[in-house]
């Protein structure tokens, strides 16, 4: 059974940092993506950032490039989001999800992730 644990959230000030971290167990074989989502009151779930665990490829939303950065310890299962230059509006609720990329398929879209962690809340005080 395939299991994601977050952690790393908190409360952290305008412009501050935080890593996130992804534990992943379970997997039977290596076709998978991950990606970091976030979720705040009100709003859709977003993808922020994803890695292919297959080659390594990654995907970053245009709102977060240069400012967080995804990476993955392959020896440790885990996949980490780096946030730097954090700002109020991206307090949210973030969960990791591990899914396959199917040809056609985009790694933003939420049907394609069959597994979800619990996710870790992330506040960014102005």
């Known amino acids: 059974e395939v299991q994601l644990v977050e952690s790393g959230g908190g409360l952290v000030q305008t412009g501050g940092s935080l890593r996130l971290s992804c534990a992943a167990s379970?997997?039977?074989?290596?076709?998978?993506?991950i990606g970091w989502f976030r979720q705040a009151p009100g709003k859709e779930r977003e993808g922020v950032s994803a890695v292919s665990r297959v080659d390594g490829r990654v995907f970053d939303a245009d709102s977060v490039k240069g400012l967080f950065a995804i990476s993955s310890d392959i020896d440790k299962n885990t996949v980490y989001l780096q946030m730097n230059g954090l700002k109020p509006e991206d307090t949210a609720v973030y969960y990791c999800a591990a899914g396959r990329l199917w040809y056609g398929s985009d790694w933003r879209e939420l049907r394609i992730y069959d597994y979800w962690g619990q996710g870790t809340q992330v506040t960014v005080s102005s």
């Open positions: 379970g997997f039977t074989s290596d076709d998978y993506v």
